[in-house]
């Protein structure tokens, strides 16, 4: 059988330019937050974990964070428990708490790690009630319509702090993390907790080189509809204030704000739907989504 020598070459050449990636990122750590298409399609599955495995295999230390909304809506509708949301957070009784529970500790956080291992990776699943790792506290929202008026979410919470002993004998080990984004208080309570927000602040915590965000859409757009990168914060305060950005994008880009504006080098809004897009955005000059930067010039 003769050889694909022009598909040698172009493989030949995509190492060529991860090369320098490598060598740049190995033993930094990258947080990861997965969710949306990603987490359903069996493709985008399986191309993520196959993308977290080799991050782990060249050096780098990634922690993956996960949601579940629609595994959590769908186990509530066949058990006939309404959901309730306000501004786009899911009231959470105590009935609510426990599906939370079972779907994000369980069933999610122990289906990615089971595909993570397939790939040949080692992952360990916890949720934040393990060692402690997400301290909170019950979250207090008020309300978009009347500021003096307090809304009740029930068991959603606000992260009052990370505990890194954990995280830190898990990355420094061979071992890669996945985390289910539940918390507790001091008295043991429990409570659900937005996995951005959750990914955002294990990022700070943890100095972490780039926090990534998987999404269902391209990335940050301008006002004529096409994708931009390499941000600076002060770009994109511009972009808030001028309308261009709004509506649901506008918390990933508060998270992502946070975190650069708190010790992490860089984040990056990547669109979930693109097969190896945390390589691609990873490893390649081009990249599949928009990059947020606290230097003067992010495109650097």
Do not use: W
Request: glycine residues 10%.
């Amino acid at each position: 059988m003769p050889l694909d020598f022009a598909a040698a070459k172009n493989i030949a050449n995509v190492l060529t330019e991860a090369l320098p990636y490598i060598q740049q990122f190995t033993g930094c750590t990258i947080v990861v937050k997965y969710g949306g298409n990603a987490m359903t399609d069996e493709v985008l599955k399986n191309s993520f974990a196959r993308d977290i495995v080799l991050m782990k295999l060249v050096g780098m230390n990634p922690v993956v964070v996960h949601g579940g909304g629609p595994q959590i809506g769908s186990l509530l509708t066949k058990l006939d428990i309404q959901s309730e949301f306000i501004d786009g957070i899911r009231v959470t009784d105590s009935k609510t708490m426990d599906v939370v529970e079972m779907v994000l500790g369980g069933l999610v956080n122990k289906e990615i790690v089971s595909l993570l291992n397939k790939n040949q990776g080692k992952a360990i699943g916890i949720t934040g009630k393990d060692g402690n790792l997400i301290q909170a506290t019950k979250l207090l929202k008020k309300s978009s319509t009347d500021d003096t008026k307090m809304l009740d979410m029930g068991q959603v919470g606000a992260i009052e702090k990370i505990n890194r002993e954990v995280l830190d004998v898990l990355k420094d080990s061979d071992f890669i993390p996945v985390i289910a984004p539940i918390g507790t208080d001091r008295f043991g309570n429990t409570y659900n907790i937005n996995a951005d927000t959750v990914a955002g602040e294990i990022a700070k915590v943890l100095g972490a080189e780039k926090l990534m965000l998987l999404t269902n859409i391209a990335g940050v757009m301008d006002k004529s509809g096409t994708v931009v990168t390499g941000l600076t914060t002060a770009q994109v305060d511009e972009m808030i204030a001028d309308g261009t950005i709004y509506g649901g994008m506008l918390p990933k880009i508060e998270c992502a704000l946070d975190a650069v504006n708190n010790g992490v080098r860089s984040a990056h809004i990547i669109d979930g739907r693109v097969e190896h897009s945390v390589l691609l955005e990873i490893f390649t000059n081009t990249g599949v989504g928009t990059l947020i930067s606290n230097k003067k010039n992010a495109a650097l």
